[in-house]
């Protein structure tokens, strides 16, 4: 059986770093074992064009194993190709690089590591909260620069305590977020999402459910995203929406890129509607060189807090994808049933209703 596997590569760091598993050195530590059974496995980075290896060995892989953070954008089209696909793995969380409706329609089971990075994308969400918030980005420019002015640094510093925060999507991420943001004694903690909590764990968080999204936004100080990109989200944070944004709100986006209108962002921050904005997903990975994000600013130079993708791929993010990984192609080899909670498409059908599917 031919195992396709579209990876970032590691560099030097992957070479001396073993536990940087999600990478085309280290081939999330299956080699061995799917050789020691006669499968061939083809690990590469090469993902972009008809000449790539995505698309020269897609052709005939049965199992295809893809990355969010250097997204192998498996197209309907591509999908057509794949003649003998019948499982996609996200390492990871998050699958909206497959072209999902189409795997439906084809039988192509789609499966994530549902979980495997959820703490590492909570924790880098609070973390860019209070360096946004806290103007944290400029003070340290200008420490490196040899300068100390702290006015031009406190002018734009605040903290979190006593400010409203709300996340869009309460799914295992953003509830994380709302527990880890209670001993900051915010105002208020909100969210916005079409599933409503358990009543025991809106409460346990003291979160409060807002049905209408422009309204929701236009109660909070920080909003973060944390919900999947589908159909009912692409762009959702737009030019419109983000008129209903307080003056002087920041945004944090770890979800995905294309969920925030890039150019709206930028223009909300240089009018100073926007306070800042930061995240690790870009609309297209990975970003261009002069991609808009990397140096938008807000009008007093600073608010953004933009890193490339990898708040859900620390190390002990991969250690964990890599073994969810390993367990769902066991599964699969073997006949047993998956975990449901790794199934986003089934045979023929969602089995989350995470991507839009109510
Ligand atoms: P989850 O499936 O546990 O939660 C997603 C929540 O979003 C669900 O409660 C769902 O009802 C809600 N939702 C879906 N559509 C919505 C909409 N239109 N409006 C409001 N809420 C909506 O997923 P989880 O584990 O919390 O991950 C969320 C997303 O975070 C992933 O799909 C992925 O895109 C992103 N992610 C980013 C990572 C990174 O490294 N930056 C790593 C892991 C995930």
Redesign the pocket.
């Known amino acids: 059986m031919k195992i396709l596997a579209i990876l970032y590569k590691g560099g030097n760091a992957a070479t001396s770093e073993p536990r940087l598993l999600g990478t085309v050195e280290n081939q999330l530590g299956i080699r061995k074992w799917l050789e020691s059974q006669g499968h061939e496995y083809i690990v590469s980075e090469s993902k972009e064009g008809p000449d790539s290896d995505f698309q020269k060995h897609i052709v005939d892989a049965e199992i295809l194993i893809t990355t969010?953070?250097h997204p192998g954008y498996l197209t309907g089209d591509l999908i057509a190709k794949a003649k003998n696909l019948k499982l996609c793995v996200t390492a990871?969380?998050?699958s909206?690089h497959i072209d999902l409706n189409t795997a439906v329609k084809h039988g192509i089971q789609v499966l994530e590591v549902?979980?495997s990075?959820?703490v590492?994308?909570a924790e880098?969400v609070v973390m860019s909260i209070l360096l946004l918030v806290r103007n944290f980005v400029p003070a340290h420019e200008m420490i490196e620069r040899g300068d100390w002015m702290v006015s031009d640094i406190a002018r734009n510093a605040f903290d979190l305590e006593g400010k409203v925060v709300g996340t869009?999507?309460?799914?295992?991420?953003?509830y994380r977020v709302l527990q880890r943001l209670l001993p900051f004694d915010c105002k208020e903690l909100i969210y916005?999402?079409?599933?409503p909590l358990p009543e025991a764990a809106g409460k346990a968080v003291n979160a409060r459910r807002v049905e209408d999204l422009k309204d929701f936004v236009s109660q909070c100080d920080v909003v973060t995203v944390?919900?999947?990109?589908?159909e009912?989200?692409l762009g959702?944070v737009n030019a419109d929406l983000l008129k209903h944004f307080k003056k002087g709100a920041w945004l944090v986006n770890?979800?995905?890129g294309a969920i925030c209108d890039k150019d709206a962002v930028a223009a909300a921050l240089a009018s100073g509607h926007l306070n800042g904005y930061a995240g690790?997903?870009w609309n297209v990975q990975p970003a261009p060189k002069d991609h808009i994000l990397r140096t938008a600013k807000n009008t007093l130079g600073g608010g953004n807090g933009m890193v490339p993708?990898?708040?859900?791929?620390t190390l002990d993010a991969q250690a964990r994808y890599a073994s969810g990984t390993k367990s769902i192609i066991e599964n699969y080899l073997s006949g047993k049933a998956q975990e449901p909670q790794n199934i986003i498409v089934g045979i023929g059908k969602y089995e989350?209703?995470?991507?839009?599917q109510r």
Not at 226 to 230: A, Q
Not at 309 to 313: F, L, P, Q
């Open positions: 969010p953070f990871g969380v998050g909206d549902s979980g990075n959820v590492s994308v880098h869009i999507g309460a799914g295992r991420i953003g916005y999402d079409y599933a944390n919900c999947p990109l589908h009912g989200t959702l770890t979800a995905r690790d997903v993708h990898y708040s859900g791929t989350s209703k995470a991507y839009g």
